[in-house]
């Protein structure tokens, strides 16, 4: 018996020690699943849809900004490039329903949940 449960434990022990460590996410891949795609390093970008690969969009970004900006885009998704969290603000695409979003600093994308009429962007001095 106690030959038996010191052939198992060298039997794991042997599995354990041949199987691969956990890698890291690849270089350029976003905590949120995709990374920067064509957005330039220290840009806030965001895409009227969300039609990206992995790496990220490859689509023409609607807004590249690193500064405060007032316009009027479509959005759906964002990359935020830059050392400073910026919020997003607009209306929902066809109405007059206001819409904030919080975009976070350092290499994060995502989506807007619903696509919407990207009005301004606003840099925070603290995370929003």
Request: hydrophobic content about 40%.
């Amino acid at each position: 018996m106690l030959l038996k449960s010191i052939a198992i434990a060298a039997s794991v022990a042997g599995v354990l020690a041949t199987a691969p460590a956990a890698s890291a996410a690849a270089p350029g891949v976003s905590i949120q699943g995709w990374g920067a795609g064509n957005c330039p390093q220290g840009m806030l970008c965001i895409w009227p849809n969300w039609n990206h690969p992995p790496q990220g969009p490859v689509e023409t970004p609607s807004l590249t900004t690193n500064s405060e900006w007032t316009g009027s885009i479509q959005g759906f998704s964002f990359y935020n490039g830059t050392g400073r969290d910026a919020v997003i603000s607009g209306f929902t695409f066809g109405s007059s329903i206001p819409f904030k979003n919080c975009a976070p600093a350092g290499g994060t994308g995502g989506d807007l949940y619903i696509p919407v009429n990207v009005t301004k962007v606003t840099w925070q001095l603290t995370p929003c």
